[in-house]
């Protein structure tokens, strides 16, 4: 039956009617509970207050946990089944163990240089905790920058992607959250294609759920016939789980272990913008050369090898460049992930903020953050640092953007300035401060990428390219609308149906 609906009918389709005969499921456990004996009814209850406190005692953060806490209290089956499904899924996925195993068996190849560590605590001891906790805490290397550029759109960035990719020569490696089918990806594609004859060994990971409206459910079997090994992350399964809560957010591209693209560029068109479905989209590409390629290759691997297990020795695909290069400033990629208790990019953004002390200018699409990221951000304002941010002007989900502006008060009213950008949606996120320090990614300010999501970002300290981090603020405020308090009273029905929103928020 199963193999019939996969061939005859479409993927959406497929997983709608699965996800109807689940709920039919769900609705009939419900009824049976109900009607069986009332000691039933008094067991799960005293169950539900053992799991509430076992969520309250492990939780790494409470915020994004009391949405369980009360369906649960409220009603103990479905909340218990709520949580279990979402919250508790990385304890009972296999996915998720082989992407821990893989994750901790292979951090022995970050190659973290003890005498660079100390000579950045003796070149800028002002800064001394920053580069501890990147490179010692959060585990992520600090390396010499040798050349880094940045794209403040996606189609600055684009044509640089493929003249890179038509020089390589060994290997190519592609993780991108979305891949659409259009100028963009076939783009790249066709040169995948003609390298994959070359005898390049090619690779493509795109989230399942992230491309589940752009591609098919055979696209992966596609690329394979096409000789590009290809992995979809989490691939969804709707019999064991409807909706799955940890995605893969990253966006990678490694070329011969010599040349990285990341950003916040998905791989479809409005990302060049060859579409327009929400005004001009800003976004960023940065490219990067040197050692800490390194870094870019280790993530993707890991990923891979947790599905794919190709790989026994990682440092085949290290690149060593005979020449020595002049250094502009220092560079560290790293990673975040949900599987362990550090929350990297969260606190890299905490820190960048703590150590501020002219300004902090800040891109996000989203913005739905806790009291601590709140406090953070009027902390740092009242200390006298221009802190502003910018976000969408035409936002690309109504919900979120509603839920967005309902942070915008308590923001300003603490000193820190928001602008809205007229021509259209912001899609990057970055933090630059003090013209010394930047992080350049894929996490944005709210609760799936800061605690859900697969993520990774990019610290650079004092580098030439922070100039140009820069200037992108510059031009954008000069487009972008600044919102005053006043702009942010909004009707009594809307603040209700936002604070009722906002209970969600972790869902979202």
């Known amino acids: 039956m199963m193999n019939f609906l996969r061939k005859h009918f479409s993927r ?50 409470l915020s994004n946990d009391m949405l369980y806490i009360l369906v649960i209290m409220i009603s103990p089956v479905f909340g218990t089944a709520l949580y279990l499904l979402l919250g508790a899924n990385l304890f009972t996925s296999k996915t998720f163990f082989n992407l821990l195993n893989s994750t901790l068996q292979n951090l022995k190849y970050y190659s973290r240089n003890e005498a660079l560590l100390e000579e950045l605590n003796e ?95 055979k696209y992966a079997r596609e690329l394979e016939e096409k000789g590009i090994k290809c992995i979809p992350f989490n691939r969804i399964n709707p ?111 905490f820190n960048i903020l703590d150590k501020a002390n002219d300004y902090c200018y800040i891109y996000t699409p989203y913005l739905i953050i806790d009291t601590d990221f709140i406090n953070t951000l009027v902390l740092a304002a009242k200390r006298g640092v221009d802190v502003r941010l910018i976000t969408p002007g035409i936002p690309d989900k109504k919900i979120i953007y509603m839920i967005t502006q309902s942070f915008y008060a308590p923001l300003i009213e603490g000193g820190v300035r928001i602008f809205e950008y007229t021509p259209g949606f912001v899609h990057s996120k970055v933090f630059v401060s003090d013209d010394k320090i930047s992080t350049v990614g894929t996490v944005n300010l709210d609760y799936r990428s800061l605690y859900l999501h697969f993520e990774n970002g990019t610290c650079f300290y004092d580098c030439s390219v922070i100039k140009d981090i820069k200037q992108d603020f510059i031009d954008a405020f000069a487009e972008s609308r600044e919102i005053k308090l006043e702009d942010t009273r909004h009707g009594i029905i809307r603040t209700f149906l936002v604070s009722v929103l906002k209970l969600f928020a972790s869902l979202m």
């Open 12 to 61: 959406t389709f497929f997983m709608l009617i699965m996800i109807v005969l689940e709920v039919l499921f769900v609705i009939s456990l419900f009824k049976w509970f109900r009607n069986q004996a009332a000691w039933i009814g008094i067991v799960l209850r005293v169950l539900s207050i053992f799991i509430v406190m076992s969520i309250i005692n492990n939780s790494k953060h």
């Open 123 to 217: 070149k800028y001891p002002a800064d001394k905790g920053v580069f501890h906790y990147m490179q010692k805490s959060a585990g992520f290397p600090w390396y010499r920058n040798e050349k880094a550029s940045y794209y403040s759109f996606g189609d600055y960035g684009y044509p640089i992607m493929l003249e890179e990719l038509r020089k390589a020569e060994r290997f190519i490696f592609i993780e991108y959250f979305i891949i659409e089918e259009g100028r963009m990806w076939n783009g790249i594609l066709e040169i995948l294609e003609e390298k994959a004859r070359q005898g390049v060994d090619v690779r493509v990971m795109y989230d399942d759920l992230g491309s589940f409206f752009t591609l098919s459910g």
């Open 239 to 349: 019999i064991l789980n409807i909706i799955i809560n940890h995605r893969d957010h990253r966006k990678i591209m490694v070329i011969d272990g010599k040349i990285a693209f990341s950003g916040g560029v998905n791989m479809a068109d409005e990302y060049i913008n060859v579409k327009h479905p929400y005004g001009r989209w800003k976004d960023n590409i940065i490219k990067i050369s040197g050692e800490a390629v390194w870094s870019y290759t280790v993530m993707f691997l890991t990923h891979w090898n947790a599905f794919r297990k190709d790989d026994p020795d990682f440092s085949v695909y290290k690149y060593v460049d005979p020449e020595i290069r002049e250094t502009d400033g220092y560079i560290a990629p790293y990673a975040e992930t949900p599987l362990g208790n550090e929350r990297t990019a969260q606190n890299i953004y």
